[in-house]
């Protein structure tokens, strides 16, 4: 019971974990699977459901023993023509060239997918109870991992 009160008042202080936390970190390159999972969170900017989810269900697990080295989590803004990365196939997109063949039209979507690039089930859709959430992300990560 001490250690989630104290996780509580760390995400509390914490600037990473407060609220307007800003955004996850961008993938430079997907390409060498370096984790056995990857979630992404496709966003658009001024998303407060994305903001809900980033805080209440991603950036925790960072922090969970259970996933570390073994999941990476990333946000890209499909609305972004600029920014550019490598994807799992080797080939460069934008936020925007991206959503498109990944059918992505809702803000926020999660997607999670294993170190080859194949999608560990359906996307997750806008935002939901954290509870329901985590439990519907917990089992796409471990797909990921079966896959």
Not at 19 to 48: E, M, R
Not at 61 to 73: K, N, S, T
Not at 78 to 94: E, L, M, Q, V
Request: proline fraction near 6%; charge should be positive; include cysteine.
């Amino acid at each position: 019971m001490k250690a989630i009160w104290l996780f509580v008042l760390f995400a509390w202080f914490s600037p990473a974990f407060g609220a307007g936390g800003g955004t996850l970190s961008f993938p430079s390159n997907l390409q060498h699977g370096k984790v056995p999972a990857v979630v992404i969170l496709f966003s658009l900017p001024d998303c407060a459901y994305c903001e809900k989810v980033r805080q209440q269900s991603l950036r925790h697990i960072h922090a969970d023993p259970g996933y570390e080295g073994r999941v990476a989590v990333y946000e890209i803004d499909f609305s972004d023509n600029k920014r550019s990365f490598t994807w799992f196939d080797g080939n460069r997109y934008t936020g925007k060239s991206l959503a498109g063949p990944l059918n992505v039209k809702f803000s926020p979507t999660v997607m999670v997918f294993n170190a080859k690039g194949t999608a560990a089930g359906k996307p997750l859709l806008g935002a939901s109870l954290p509870e329901f959430y985590g439990a519907y992300l917990d089992e796409l990560i471990k797909s990921a991992w079966a896959l």
